[in-house]
């Protein structure tokens, strides 16, 4: 625990954390190429939630903050962790095939890593300097995404054996966009002592 803010251990969640978001918007590339003009911004969740922590882990590096990209990290992170890791389990719990056998490499490893992402943003919480004005637009942009989501259809593709359960996933997924929202709240307010409050603004109000 108190090696999280250090600068070399930052350097090497930088390093991950930005291979990760290149491989996840890689992993979109299918689902963005048939997906029209503004909404491909709300389509690859999970690596944009990575980009977003990335950015926080930079910022702490150079002595910065951003109060915005720590709330859309935080969110973010947990909420689109937890989501992938349901959506492959239930999946593998649908198919025809015994549960262990229906998990491919690829499962685990996405498992493995969206675990790591909602891990990271409940770990780094206790530095996130960010306030209620912050939360609340985070927790709009997440509310929009998940409306535009299901109500356009560009959420992201679901396994065929979860075919026919959309309902219930977008239901699921509301409901951890709010869970998400009030955890964070939960875990910033009030404020921690390790919060980077000497840390200057990366961005100052004019």
Avoid: C
Avoid at 29 to 51: H, I, M, R, Y
Avoid at 122 to 139: A, H, P
């Amino acid at each position: 625990m108190l090696e999280l803010d250090k600068r070399w251990f930052l350097q090497i969640l930088v390093i991950v954390n930005f291979v990760g978001t290149l491989y996840g918007y890689y992993w979109y590339k299918n689902q963005l190429a048939v997906t029209e003009g503004w909404l491909k911004l709300f389509v690859p969740d999970s690596p944009t939630a990575s980009a977003a922590f990335t950015l926080v882990l930079v910022l702490y590096i150079v002595r910065k903050r951003s109060p915005f990209w720590e709330a859309f990290a935080g969110v973010t992170l947990f909420k689109y962790g937890i989501w992938a890791v349901t959506m492959i389990l239930a999946a593998a719990a649908r198919s025809p095939e015994p549960f262990l056998e229906s998990l491919q490499w690829t499962d685990w490893m996405l498992m493995i890593s969206h675990l790591g992402m909602a891990l990271e943003g409940v770990l780094y919480s206790r530095f996130f300097t960010f306030g209620i004005k912050e939360l609340i637009l985070v927790g709009g942009w997440t509310l929009l995404n998940d409306i535009l989501d299901y109500g356009l259809n560009i959420h992201p593709w679901l396994s065929l054996s979860l075919r026919g359960t959309e309902e219930v996933v977008a239901a699921f997924t509301l409901g951890l966009s709010l869970f998400s929202i009030l955890l964070f709240a939960l875990l910033v307010f009030p404020a921690k002592q390790e919060r980077k409050w000497n840390f200057p603004l990366w961005v100052r109000n004019r």
